[in-house]
Every structure is written in structure tokens, then in C-alpha cells.
Antibody, heavy 121, light 112 residues
Framework: QVQLVQSGAEVKKPGSSVKVSCKAS????????ITWVRQAPGQGLEWMGG????????NYAQKFQGRVTLTADKSTSTAYMELSSLRSDDTAVYYC??????????????WGQGTLVTVSS | QSVLTQPPSVSGAPGQRVTISCTGS?????????VHWYQQVPGTAPKLLVY???DRPSGVPDRFSVSKSGTSASLAITGLQAEDEAEYYC????????????FGGGTKLTVL
């Protein structure tokens, strides 16, 4: 069974950056992807981007291009999402999720527990 | 505003059948891309409910089924139960957007 464990809650100042980690276990060494989704308070789900750890290739939703950087460390099965130039409307729960290989729609089969990022001065 | 449109809310009595629509366009559902559905109970992470051609992860009852026609998809829930009260999201791919996934705005299901 795939398990995804995310880093803890963060409080950040506007203009700063945040880096959230997501450690995977129970995954085989295939071309799966780690997808990142966020959810602002009381709002819906928003697909941010994803990375295929074995290749290090990432793709991003247009809204987040230039502000989000996705990376992965194959040796520790850990993926990272870094969001820069934080604004108050970046306050949200950030989820990582396991996406099966070779799919056009990067959908989320297994989810991390979520990481609350609060942006406040 | 998402390119996939869902009704904000639907409701039904226990035992009834309800459907939740997900309306897209020729650049997403109408182009034949898969539609996936999630259920989210407040305060918890979303859960994959139905994926691809009516496939369900282990543990999801067959009361949940999906259909697709033209530029729209639908999630049907039969034998409605109190535990089905949750937010439901559809997801697909849109060729006019960068990235590999887009969600609908979500639908709140209330069991009366």
C-alpha cells in the first residue's frame, strides 16, 4: 500500500517562500508521478503540477508556472514543492498525491495528509 | 473559474438516486479524455472514488457509477446513505491549458 507523509504546518510572511516535503513508501521503482493539489479555506481543489521522480521531469499548471518548483530525491523517495513570492491567497492546505504511470490525466490515487500553509504578516 | 462546471449543490433522501454533472468542452471531456471523480468529507483529504471507465478503487461500493456523453460526464449514486454526504469533484485534462489535470468546482451533496 502506498503511503505519503507530508511535512508539518507552516506560517510564512508575504513575499517569502515555503517548501513542503512528501515522503513516499510502498511504491515500486516505476515512472509514477507525484501530483500537488491545493485547497484554500472553504474552496475547491486546484491542480498545481506534478513530477515524475525517476526522470525528474515536471509539469505545471499555467497559474503556477514561474512561482512553483517541484523536485524529487529518488534516494529517499521524497518529493518537494516550493512556492515562492507568497501572498495571503496562497493560504491553503497543500496535498501531494500518487499518480500512476503513463496517464494523460494526472489523477490522484493515494493522498498525503495535507500541509497547511498560512501566509500572514 | 474552472473549465469543468459542476452544480454547487445537490440533495436527496436516503435510498434515492442522485446524479452530479460535470460539464466541459471540446478541449477536455469532449476530446475523449478520461474523467475521474473524488469524494471529500470535510476536514479530510479527498479520496479517489471512480476513475477511468467506471473503475473503482478497492472498498468503493458499486453504488457509485459514472457515464460520459459528448462534453459532459456524470456521477450517479444509488441507494443514497447518510455517509455519502460530502463534496464531490470531477477531474480531467484540458488541451488548451498547461499541466496535466484540472478539477471541477465541486458539488456539495446533502442527504436529507
Amino acid at each position: 500500500q502506498v503511503q505519503l507523509v507530508q511535512s508539518g504546518a507552516e506560517v510564512k510572511k508575504p513575499g517569502s517562500s515555503v517548501k513542503v516535503s512528501c515522503k513516499a513508501s510502498g511504491v515500486s521503482f516505476t515512472s509514477y508521478a507525484i501530483t500537488w493539489v491545493r485547497q484554500a479555506p472553504g474552496q475547491g481543489l486546484e491542480w498545481m503540477g506534478g513530477i515524475i521522480p525517476i526522470f525528474g521531469t515536471a509539469n505545471y499548471a499555467q497559474k503556477f508556472q514561474g512561482r512553483v518548483t517541484l523536485t524529487a530525491d529518488k534516494s529517499t523517495s521524497t518529493a518537494y514543492m516550493e512556492l515562492s513570492s507568497l501572498r495571503s491567497d496562497d493560504t491553503a492546505v497543500y496535498y501531494c498525491a500518487y499518480t500512476p504511470p503513463n496517464t494523460i490525466v494526472w489523477y490522484a490515487v493515494y493522498w498525503g495528509q495535507g500541509t497547511l500553509v498560512t501566509v500572514s504578516s | 473559474q474552472s473549465v469543468l462546471t459542476q452544480p454547487p449543490s445537490v440533495s436527496g433522501a436516503p435510498g434515492q438516486r442522485v446524479t452530479i454533472s460535470c460539464t466541459g468542452s471540446s478541449s477536455n471531456i469532449g476530446a475523449g479524455y478520461d474523467v475521474h471523480w473524488y469524494q471529500q468529507v470535510p476536514g479530510t483529504a479527498p479520496k479517489l472514488l471512480v476513475y477511468g471507465n467506471n473503475d473503482r478503487p478497492s472498498g468503493v461500493p458499486d453504488r457509485f457509477s459514472v457515464s460520459k456523453s459528448g462534453t459532459s460526464a456524470s456521477l450517479a449514486i444509488t441507494g443514497l446513505q447518510a455517509e455519502d454526504e460530502a463534496e464531490y469533484y470531477c477531474q480531467s485534462y484540458d488541451s488548451s491549458l498547461s499541466g496535466s489535470g484540472v478539477f471541477g468546482g465541486g458539488t456539495k451533496l446533502t442527504v436529507l
